[in-house]
C-alpha cells in the first residue's frame, strides 16, 4: 500500500517563496514519476510540474522559471520549491506517485494574498 502527504502549505505574500514537500511511503518511490498538481476554487485540477525516475522535469507555463521540482529517492521525498508567488497561484496542491495506479495525497493549501 502506498500513502502519499504533502506538507509546506501555507499563506505568503505576494512576491513570497514556499516550499511544498510530498513524503511517499513503500519501495516503488524510485521507479515512480511524481507530479504536483493544484486545483483551485471552480477550476479543474492541472499539472504544476512532473519529475521522472530519471530526473527529467515538466513544468505548467504559467510556473516555468519561478517553481522548481526536486526528488530525493534516498527520502521518498519530493519538493516543490515556489517562488515569485502570484495571488493566482492560490489552490489546493496536490503530490501524486505515478507508478501502474496513480496515488494521491489528501493535499495542502496554498493562499497568496496580502
Known amino acids: 500500500q502506498v500513502h502519499v502527504v504533502e506538507s509546506g502549505g501555507g499563506l505568503v505574500q505576494p512576491g513570497g517563496s514556499l516550499r511544498l514537500y510530498c513524503v511517499a511511503s513503500?519501495?516503488?518511490?524510485?521507479?515512480?514519476?511524481m507530479g504536483w498538481y493544484r486545483q483551485a476554487p471552480g477550476k479543474q485540477r492541472e499539472l504544476v510540474a512532473l519529475?521522472?525516475?530519471?530526473?527529467?522535469?515538466n513544468y505548467a507555463d504559467s510556473v516555468k522559471g519561478r517553481f522548481t521540482i526536486s526528488r530525493v529517492n534516498a527520502k521518498n521525498t519530493v519538493y516543490l520549491q515556489m517562488n515569485s508567488l502570484k495571488p493566482e497561484d492560490t489552490a489546493v496542491y496536490y503530490c501524486?506517485?505515478?507508478?501502474?495506479?496513480?496515488?494521491w495525497g489528501q493535499g495542502t493549501q496554498v493562499t497568496v494574498s496580502s
Open positions: 501524486n506517485l505515478q507508478r501502474g495506479p496513480w496515488y
Open positions: 513503500g519501495s516503488i518511490f524510485s521507479t515512480a514519476a
Open positions: 519529475i521522472t525516475s530519471d530526473g527529467f522535469t
